[in-house]
C-alpha cells in the first residue's frame, strides 16, 4: 500500500515540483490541500485543482481559511498597528501560520503518515511549517523535497519541463504570495540589497491617477464600512478597499527583516488595504486612546508581531496578549478619512464619539477650560520635584556644551 503524504499545494512551481516528485519519483498517494487565506477567486481555485489532478494527485481538497484567518489572526494585526521593522504587515509570514495549522488539521482528519511543504532551506517558512506540524500532529513526518534537494528555480523548471508540465516559466521566475493581508514578490532582484523589482514583477498594474476621497468606519478596532457601504465581514471591506486602492501603487514596498534562521532577507510586497487601514485605525486610536494605552499597545504589539512572524502563533502568551488587545478597542470606534494619491494616501483626520481631543478642556496651544495658569504652576513644581531632589542631593555637573566630543 503507498504511503499517504498530505501536501500544502498552491499551484506555484515549487509545490507543483513537490506534486511531481512525491507521485512519480517517490511513489507517493499524495492529498493536496490548498488553503485559501483569501488569496484565490473561485476561478482561479478551479484551475489549481484541475493542475493537481493532472499532476496525479489522489485526493484534492480545499480549505478556506479566509474568515477564520481574519477572526483569530489579522483583526489583531490591526489592533496593534503591526508593521514589522516599521514596513512589512506581516502579510505571508501571518497567513502561514494559519495554512500551517489547517494543513496539520486536515492530515489528522485523513490520517495521513506524512505531510509535505514545497519551502526552500533558505527562508522563514520552512520553520513556520516544521515548527506548527511538530506542535499539531508530532506523530506526522516531514517531507521538503525543495529544500533536501537544495534546488534552484532555474532546476525546479527544467525538471518540470521534463515531465510534460504546462505553465507559465516566466512568471515562475517571480514567487507570488497572495492572501487578504497583501501579496509578497520574491525573485533576483530581491536576492541583492540595492535591486528594485520591475514594473512587470508587481501582480497589479497602476491604473488610477484621479484623487479619491474615502471614508472609513471602524467599529470597535474592525473596519465595517467604506462610504455609505456596510459590509456583513470585516473580510468583505478588506477585499473592497483592496479593490479600490490596489490600482493606485498604494503599499508598494520591499521590507529587509532579519529571518527566523538569522540571515538577513529581503522581499517585495503591495498591500494597499493592510497599510491604508492599518494607519487610519492608528489615527483614530491616537485620538480615543489614553497615552498609556498606546504606550503599552506599542510595546505589547511590536512582541505580538515579531513572535508571529517567527511561527509562535500557537504560545499561549499570545492569547494573553490577544486578550489585553481586544479589551483596548472598546472606544476604537468612529469615520476615519481617507485621501488616495498615486503612489501615496494621506489620513486627513477622524471624526468619533470618543475623541479625546474636545475642545470642551482646551484646544492646544490656544486655550484651556479645565485649569487654570496658577494650577499649571503647582502642576509642573510638583511633576519635577524628585529630579530637583536628586540634582541637589547630587551636585549634578552640567554637560558639556558642543556634544560629547567638546573639551
Same mark, same amino acid.
Given at each position: ?6 501536501? /500544502? ?11 511531481? &516528485? ?79 495549522? %489547517?494543513?496539520?488539521?486536515? %492530515? ?25 506540524? !511538530? ?32 505553465? !507559465? ?61 456596510? &459590509?456583513?465581514?470585516?473580510?468583505? %471591506? ?9 490600482? &493606485? ?30 494607519? /487610519? ?61 498615486? &503612489? ?25 477650560? /479645565? ?32 556634544? %560629547?566630543?567638546?573639551?
Amino acid at each position: 500500500m503507498k504511503k499517504k503524504v498530505v501536501l /500544502a499545494y498552491s499551484g506555484g512551481l515549487d509545490t507543483s515540483f513537490c506534486c511531481i &516528485y512525491l507521485t512519480q519519483d517517490l511513489g507517493y498517494e499524495v492529498h493536496s490541500v490548498i488553503v485559501n487565506t483569501g488569496g484565490f477567486s473561485e476561478e482561479e481555485l478551479k484551475g489549481v485543482e484541475e493542475r493537481a489532478y493532472k499532476m496525479g494527485v489522489t485526493s484534492h481538497h480545499v480549505v478556506d481559511e479566509t474568515e477564520n484567518f481574519y477572526n483569530t489572526c489579522v483583526r489583531f494585526l490591526i489592533y496593534g498597528n503591526v508593521l514589522k521593522n516599521n514596513t512589512y504587515p506581516l502579510s505571508v509570514s501571518a497567513e502561514r501560520v494559519s495554512q500551517a495549522t %489547517a494543513i496539520a488539521n486536515y %492530515a489528522k482528519e485523513i490520517g495521513a503518515e506524512f505531510v509535505a511543504h514545497g519551502s526552500t532551506g533558505a527562508g522563514n517558512d520552512q520553520v513556520r511549517f516544521d515548527m506548527i506540524f !511538530n506542535i499539531l500532529v508530532p506523530e506526522v513526518k516531514i517531507i521538503t523535497p525543495i529544500r533536501d534537494l537544495k534546488l534552484s528555480r532555474e532546476e525546479e523548471i527544467e525538471y518540470l519541463k521534463k515531465h510534460g508540465v504546462d505553465m !507559465n516559466f516566466e512568471k515562475a521566475k517571480y514567487s507570488i504570495n497572495k492572501g487578504i493581508w497583501g501579496t509578497s514578490v520574491g525573485g533576483k532582484e530581491t536576492l541583492t540589497s540595492n535591486l528594485g523589482l520591475p514594473e512587470e514583477a508587481w501582480p497589479t498594474q497602476v491604473t488610477a491617477s484621479e484623487v479619491k476621497d474615502l471614508v472609513l468606519t471602524f467599529e470597535k478596532g474592525e473596519l465595517v464600512a467604506i462610504g455609505d457601504e456596510k &459590509y456583513d465581514h470585516p473580510t468583505q %471591506a478588506i477585499q473592497a478597499l483592496q479593490a479600490i486602492a490596489q490600482p &493606485y501603487g498604494i503599499g508598494r514596498d520591499i521590507h529587509i527583516g532579519d529571518t527566523i534562521i538569522g540571515i538577513k532577507g529581503r522581499v517585495g510586497f503591495e498591500a494597499a488595504a493592510p497599510m491604508v487601514i492599518i494607519k /487610519a485605525h492608528h489615527t483614530l486610536e491616537k485620538h480615543v486612546l489614553t497615552k498609556w494605552q498606546l504606550s503599552w499597545k506599542d510595546q505589547l504589539s511590536s512582541f505580538y508581531g515579531n513572535w508571529l512572524h517567527e511561527g509562535q502563533f500557537h504560545d499561549p502568551i499570545m492569547r494573553n496578549i490577544e486578550a489585553f488587545l481586544n479589551d483596548t478597542q472598546l472606544n476604537v470606534s468612529g469615520k476615519v478619512f481617507v485621501q488616495l494619491h498615486p &503612489y501615496r494616501f494621506q489620513v486627513v483626520g477622524i471624526e468619533s464619539n470618543h475623541d479625546l481631543m474636545s475642545n470642551k478642556f482646551g484646544s492646544y496651544g490656544e486655550m484651556n477650560n /479645565a485649569w487654570s495658569g496658577e494650577d499649571v504652576k503647582g502642576f509642573s513644581k510638583i511633576f519635577g520635584n524628585q529630579v530637583m531632589i536628586y540634582h541637589k542631593v547630587n551636585a549634578a555637573p552640567q554637560p558639556p556644551q558642543g556634544g %560629547a566630543n567638546a573639551q
